[in-house]
């Protein structure tokens, strides 16, 4: 892989699985790179009334190159 996502600190499953559902949904769309996805990503985790805390969507970060 030339790109991974991978996280600072551990991460509640729901809180990771909702990331991951967010961030592959904005891949599909084909109009963004992975960094932008996983923004899209945090960002709807962000507003979601729920998963809103920064320890849901902030451990999320890209690694690799052509970044």
């Known amino acids: 892989a030339k790109q991974a996502i991978a996280s600072l600190w551990s991460v509640s499953d729901e809180g990771t699985q909702a ?9 599909q ?5 992975p ?5 899209r ?3 709807a985790l962000i507003k979601s009334e729920k998963l809103s805390h920064p320890s ?9 190159n052509g970044l």
């Open 29 to 33: 769309k084909g109009d963004v790179t």
């Open 56 to 64: 849901y969507w902030s451990a999320f970060f890209a690694i690799g």
């Open 41 to 43: 990503a945090q960002v």
């Open 19 to 27: 990331l991951m559902a967010a961030f592959y949904r904005e891949l």
């Open 35 to 39: 960094i932008e996805a996983l923004h």
